[in-house]
């Protein structure tokens, strides 16, 4: 069943279609962009009679149509997600099974309780734009500063997308630019990598925040902003909205400020202060403050072939804003966490989420041959006084991280490369040190004639200090073999092994091996046709400073995405 969808995110006022009708009110443009996944599950749990019949095996389609209409200064646009569940159902001895419920019961769907279908509206919004305001309503997103106090983004990298319902206004009077935001959040229901199953209705929390900045003061930005939220137990239309009256749970007030070419360097700072009501006990414990605060600074400067960033930070209880929506896997506001994303684990999570750290990081990009080789240092260094929640370690630590990498193109050759260790220094003799080396490489060589190759290696070797509940160690490897022709056709072989204890999949070749193999053909530039046929492990994938747990995959999957 095709269904229907809404672009690369719900156009926003700052998209280019939108941009330019706006700047010329006789234009009018539709656009439309469909993402149709089709995945077969292979299930490994069986009935004792038959034996070894896949019976629970199946099959799962996904559908996101966008779609966006700009007419002048108006514009509209909307997202319908569809999923269905095929062999989701078997008769042994006269009964009828259904292995997985689609919908939780409650939700509302257009289809009978027990469907194996569920189509949803899922963002819908109109805007108006002049030069000097813009006026959406429906479905918006929205972040404040470096998003500590507010970030409701569309992650496409790790399949989260929450808007934020109600209404958003930008008002641009002269120098300065005023932002009010108020509504519902509403998170994404249909999922395009993890099995859907139980879907249940939006907890609809309300969300308000209002933000003034003023540009120009010389060499300096400045910005101050408040965030509102109450948070919701079921799900429905009114109860957020509803218990604003009873008092916020959390409410939220920071300021920025950004100077640019001072003294040769770029500077950036935000500070955000958190008030939490009394039902938002702290993850750190009863005896913890109803006050967190977050701290983020930086600094860029640019020596003669060099460009130097250096980064801090001091969180406490800041991510205590998001305790309420873990099950949910979302969160309302996103920290810069100073990590290198591509390499968190089970472990280092605990330290992205921690509501007691403080840290730094500096790096140093060097052009060697500008345009061409460019290699680069990092070190990160962090204190995590959290002992709670995703935490092994039961004393604090000092993190050291250091990373070397190397970024080199040179006509259609390129390659991209990064080297790095880390340790977790536990306080005292006892609880010793989590050590992980890891690298990563990402290299494109032209063959004869209009041939391409592509290698994309990862490697990681990760050492467990002492815990309560102690783990193994572990290494993981993960590989990609690319062979492209031109830009129309790809062919990509998969290989993967990991003895990491902590991962719930099970390989395809054995219990640790996973193999795949994908063709990606793009028959028209607007099109890209993906088949794909093996298995890849479960694991974290983190992205713009959210982490979420992506399950593994055993199976054959076709995705089919373009615009019209």
Known sequence: MLVVLLGSGVASAEDPVQASAADDPTTTSVVFNDDLDLRYWRVDERLPDPADLPVFNYVEQVNRLNATVVSGRWGLAMQLDEVALLANRYVLDGVLYVERDLVAAGTPSLFPPGSDVYVNLEKIRGSFETKIATVQLGDTYVAFGRGLALNLNR???????????????????????????????????????????????????AIAGLRAERFGLGPAHVGAHGVFYNFVDEPGWGPGIEGIGTGPDVVTGGVTTELVGVGGVDWFAEGDVFGYGP??????GPEAPDLGYGLYASAAAYPGAFVVLVEGKRYFQTERVNATLTPELYEVAVAPTLEYERVITEDSSAAVNSNDITGGRVQVDWAAVPGELVPNATVAVFRDDDLTVLHFNDVPETIVHPIVGIEWIAAETSLLANVGYRWDLRDGTAGGADRHLHGDLLLHVPLPGALMGAVSLYGEWFRWGNNPLQQSDYYEVETGWTLLYGSRLALTAYADQTTNPLVNSTGNIDEQTYAAIELQVKPAPDWTVKAFYGAYKAGIRCSGGQCRRLPGFDGARLSVVGGF
């Open 155 to 205: 992650n496409v990298d790790i399949d989260i997308d929450t808007s934020v319902q109600g209404t958003k206004v930008v008002l641009r009077p002269g120098a300065w630019d005023l932002s009010l935001v108020a509504g519902q959040a509403n998170r994404q229901q249909v999922s395009q990598d993890i099995p859907n199953d139980e879907i249940y209705g939006d907890l609809r929390h």
């Open 279 to 284: 039902d938002q006990p702290s993850p750190l």
